[in-house]
C-alpha cells in the first residue's frame, strides 16, 4: 500500500468511529435484539480491517484487538449514561465476534485483488 491509501483508509476509519459513535450514542430506532447483534458483528469486523489496512505496517495483533474491544467498552460505557441507551454485555460479546471474525477472513481476502497490496512483501 502507498501512503496516499494508507491516508485514505485512516480517514475511512475516522469517519466510521464517527458515525459508529453517533448511531451508538444518538437517539435512532431501537433495532431488536438480533438486528442490533448483527450491526454490532459487522460494524466491528468493518472496524478491525479498517484498522489493519490504517496500519499496515503491523499485522492484526493484540494491539489492534484490544484498541478495538477498549472502543467497544467506552460505547457501552458511555451508553449506560443516556437516557435512551443501555449497556450490554451481549453488545460486548457481538463486538469481540465482529473482531474475532475478520483474521478468520484474511486468507480470503489475500486473494482479492483490490486489497491484496495490504499483505505485499512491504507490509507484513
Known amino acids: ?17 464517527i458515525v459508529i459513535s453517533w448511531g451508538a450514542l444518538g437517539d435512532g430506532a431501537a433495532m431488536d435484539g438480533h438486528s442490533d447483534k448483527l450491526v454490532h458483528v459487522l460494524a ?3 472496524l478491525a480491517g479498517l484498522i489493519d489496512f490504517a496500519f499496515p505496517r503491523s499485522a492484526f495483533d493484540w494491539r489492534k484487538i484490544a ?18 441507551r443501555v449497556a450490554s454485555v451481549f453488545d460486548l460479546l457481538a ?10 477472513l484474511i486468507p480470503v481476502l489475500r486473494h482479492l485483488p483490490l486489497i491484496r ?3 505485499s512483501a512491504d507490509a507484513p
Open 1 to 17: 500500500m502507498n501512503a496516499l491509501q494508507v491516508t485514505g483508509v485512516r480517514l475511512l476509519l475516522l469517519a466510521a468511529l
Open 44 to 46: 466491528f469486523l468493518g
Open 67 to 84: 484498541l478495538l474491544l477498549l472502543y467497544g467498552i467506552a460505547l457501552e460505557l458511555a451508553q449506560a449514561h443516556t437516557p435512551e
Open 95 to 104: 463486538n469481540a465476534a465482529g473482531i474475532a471474525l475478520y483474521p478468520a
Open 117 to 119: 497490496a495490504r499483505w
